[in-house]
């Protein structure tokens, strides 16, 4: 099997994600975008908008699965893929877990957060679909150049995350 287009699929949809990050950077948010996708189209798109809401749930890859569901009148979102900039943390995958999605394909591993892999290991966890695919490190150095963006600004602003 040729899996070129199928790679390219997912570098195409994390360059839309990458701009939801960009905004979020511009915004004075942690740089995280996510996109929610159905048969092959943007269905959500958005980017974490804690600090605009003062909300701790407001997570990029959280807005995108409360619209998705909104949109499509179902909690429930089998035949949905997330993409995100960064691998989502517990609450996020959390959220993966409740929603049945069919695929999660996240650019760069978050050190800190991070609950697929990374801490967690919630990858492993008997609670997640064994229908899930999940993809790591989809343009990574992309995301992690975005993510290291918010951690050169002045250490006052750095320290609102």
């Not at 199928?6 to 995280?32: Q, Y």
């Not at 394909?105 to 697929?116: I, L, N, P």
């Not at 999940?134 to 918010?150: D, N, S, T």
């Amino acid at each position: 099997m040729n899996d070129k287009p199928h790679l390219a699929k997912m570098r195409r949809l994390m360059r839309e994600a990458l701009i939801e990050a960009e905004k979020a950077l511009s915004e004075g948010e942690f740089p995280v975008g996510a996109l929610i996708v159905k048969d092959g189209n943007i269905i959500a798109r958005d980017h974490n908008r804690k600090e605009q809401t003062g909300d701790p749930t407001a997570h990029g890859e959280i807005l995108v699965i409360r619209k998705a569901a909104s949109l499509l009148k179902d909690w429930r979102l089998p035949g949905c893929e997330l993409y995100t900039t960064a691998e989502p943390c517990p609450m996020c995958m959390g959220a993966v877990i409740q929603t049945r999605l069919s695929k999660l394909v996240y650019g760069a591993a978050e050190k800190r957060f991070g609950a697929v892999e990374t801490t967690a290991q919630l990858a492993h966890h008997p609670m997640l679909s064994n229908h899930i695919e999940i993809y790591p490190g989809i343009l990574e150095l992309e995301c992690e150049a975005v993510m290291r963006q918010c951690f050169c600004r002045p250490a006052q602003e750095s320290q609102r995350r």
